[in-house]
C-alpha cells in the first residue's frame, strides 16, 4: 500500500523556520519523484516545489525562491522541505505529493497520483 505521510507544520512567527517531512512507505524513489504543494484557505493548490525527472533538479515558484530548500534521504524515504524566512503568505496547508518518473510534467498537480494527508503552517506574529 502506497503511503505518504507530511509531519513538521506548525505555528511560527514571521522570520522562522519549520522543516517539514515526508515519510513515503510502498514505492520505490527509483520509480516515483516526491514534490510540495500548497493550499491557502480560499485559493487553488499550488506547487512548492517540484523535482524534474530529467535531472533530478528542483524546480521552485517563485514566491519561495532563495527561502525553501528540498532534501531527501533515500535511505528513509522520506522528504523535507526546509522553510527559512516565513512570510505570512506561506501560511497553508503543505502537502508531499508523489508521480511517476516517465511523467515528465512538474507543476501540474494533476499528474501526482499520490498525496500526503497534508499538515498546516501558519505563518503569524
Known amino acids: 500500500e502506497v503511503q505518504l505521510q507530511a509531519s513538521g507544520g506548525g505555528l511560527v512567527q514571521p522570520g522562522g523556520s519549520l522543516r517539514l517531512s515526508c515519510a513515503a512507505s510502498?514505492?520505490?524513489?527509483?520509480?516515483?519523484?516526491l514534490g510540495w504543494f500548497r493550499q491557502a484557505p480560499g485559493k487553488k493548490r499550488e506547487v512548492v516545489v517540484c523535482v524534474s525527472s530529467s535531472d533530478d533538479k528542483p524546480y521552485y515558484d517563485d514566491s519561495v525562491k532563495g527561502r525553501f530548500t528540498i532534501s531527501s534521504d533515500n535511505a528513509k524515504n522520506t522528504v523535507y522541505l526546509q522553510m527559512n524566512s516565513l512570510k505570512p503568505e506561506d501560511t497553508a496547508v503543505y502537502y508531499c505529493a508523489a508521480r511517476r518518473k516517465e511523467v515528465y510534467m512538474c507543476s501540474s498537480d494533476f499528474v501526482y497520483e499520490y498525496w500526503g494527508q497534508g499538515t498546516q503552517v501558519t505563518v503569524s506574529s
Open positions: 510502498g514505492f520505490s524513489f527509483d520509480d516515483f519523484v
